[in-house]
Each structure stands twice: as structure tokens, then as C-alpha cells.
């Protein structure tokens, strides 16, 4: 299968689960609510033999969503020092791979205050955010994130540093400022190469308008 293939299939695996999940929202009759469980049962199976994901826990997740089934947001900061225009990265305990800082944003959060949260619980620094730089489609082919049973939307912010100090955490075991020309192994369901430079052309020409899709 090759790659536009495999992810067209994905995307619509993701819709299949989506209309279950709103079904069985929605719907009150006791056998269509049946029906629904497992078409979202079957979606988990597919979804999982896809993507690696163990498929009781995507039913866990998908379970603990109510409403109209929607994207999930995530956000991510990129911080270039000013004096030599290294980007801020964080190494994942989970992949032991690099990323910007980030991760999905929680309820009651606003975007900005999503990201400053990030910021300072993965790398140790209090930010100030300055842009909206970029709104990707996770699930976008071009992007060149690794394949997800989730559908996310990734909010990318230019910050500027006000205080702190680099410092770790549960889910970053490292904190450093890397040229963009020579970057470490990135996390790529997290944040790409090319995603970086893309910020760092931002830094530059903060008159660019954001990128969106």
C-alpha cells in the first residue's frame, strides 16, 4: 500500500469511529445503540492493526468523549535564543526523541495559556507568546507526522523567554537550544524538521502571516 493509500484508509477509519462515537451520543434506541458500539469496536481493531495502538485503549479513550466527536487541539512553542538563533527542544522520556515543547492542550486552557504551561513543565522557562505562527492538519500527508488513530489539529506559537531556567521533567528528560541546520532525531508524530524551520523563518519575518492546513 503505498503511503496516500495508507493514509486515506486511516482517515477514513478515523471518520468511521467518529460517526459511532456521535451515534451513541445521540441516538436513544437501545439496537442502534448496539450498532454503534460495534461499528466503534470493529474502527478500534482496524485502527490498531494500523497504527500499533492497543485497541482496548483507544475504546477507553474514545469512551471517556461526549458530544460531537471533534478534532483534539494540540499546541507547541517555538523559542529561538536571540544571540545565535537556536531553537528550544525537549527530549521525550516516552520516544527519547526531540521535540518543541508542547502537547494537547487541557479543558479550560486557552491556547496561549496552553502553550506557556507546556513551556515551563517540559523545559523550565517562563514565556510570553508573540504569534501565531502556524494551524496544521496533523492527519495532512505533506506535514510528514507518523500515523495517528487520533485526528489533531497542531497550534504552532513563536515565544520569547522571560525568566527560568532549563529544567526537565516526568515526561522530558533533557532541555537544550540546537541549530536548526544540525537538529537531533525528532519525535515526528510531535514535530517535524521542516516544521522547525518553518518557525524559524517565522523568527525571522515576524510579518509572515500564520500558516494554516
Known amino acids: 500500500m503505498n503511503e496516500a493509500a495508507r493514509s486515506r484508509r486511516l482517515e477514513m477509519l478515523r471518520r468511521l469511529q467518529a460517526l459511532a462515537r456521535?451515534?451513541?451520543?445521540?441516538?436513544?434506541?437501545?439496537y442502534d445503540r448496539e450498532r454503534y458500539a460495534e461499528i466503534e469496536r470493529i474502527a478500534a481493531e482496524l485502527l490498531?492493526?494500523?497504527?500499533?495502538?492497543?485497541?482496548?485503549?483507544?475504546?477507553?479513550?474514545?469512551?471517556?468523549?461526549?458530544?460531537?466527536?471533534?478534532?483534539?487541539a494540540e499546541v507547541r512553542g517555538a523559542v529561538f535564543r536571540p544571540e545565535d538563533g537556536k531553537v528550544l527542544l525537549v527530549r521525550e522520556t516516552a520516544d527519547g526523541l526531540w521535540t518543541l515543547p508542547g502537547g494537547w492542550a487541557d479543558v479550560n486552557d486557552s491556547p496561549a495559556g496552553a502553550v506557556?504551561?507546556?513551556?515551563?513543565q517540559e523545559a523550565?522557562?517562563?514565556?510570553?507568546?508573540?504569534?501565531?505562527?502556524?494551524?496544521?492538519?496533523?492527519?495532512?500527508?505533506?506535514?510528514?507526522?507518523?500515523?495517528?488513530?487520533?485526528?489533531?489539529w497542531k497550534a504552532f506559537f513563536l515565544c520569547e523567554i522571560e525568566g527560568g531556567e532549563a529544567r526537565g521533567s516526568h515526561e522530558t528528560d533533557a532541555v537544550e537550544f540546537f541549530d536548526v541546520n544540525d537538529l537531533?532525531?525528532?519525535?515526528?508524530?510531535?514535530?517535524?524538521?521542516?516544521?522547525?524551520?518553518?518557525?524559524q523563518q517565522h523568527w525571522?519575518?515576524?510579518?509572515?502571516?500564520t500558516d494554516f492546513d
Open 116 to 120: 506557556v504551561k507546556e513551556i515551563e
Open 184 to 199: 537531533p532525531p525528532m519525535s515526528l508524530g510531535r514535530c517535524t524538521p521542516s516544521q522547525v524551520r518553518r518557525m
Open 204 to 209: 525571522q519575518r515576524p510579518e509572515l502571516p
Open 124 to 152: 523550565g522557562f517562563r514565556v510570553r507568546v508573540i504569534k501565531l505562527a502556524a494551524l496544521y492538519d496533523r492527519n495532512n500527508p505533506q506535514h510528514g507526522h507518523a500515523p495517528s488513530a487520533h485526528h489533531g
Open 48 to 72: 490498531g492493526a494500523a497504527t500499533q495502538a492497543d485497541p482496548a485503549q483507544l475504546l477507553a479513550t474514545w469512551a471517556r468523549e461526549d458530544g460531537y466527536v471533534t478534532p483534539k
Open 22 to 30: 456521535t451515534g451513541l451520543h445521540f441516538c436513544k434506541e437501545e
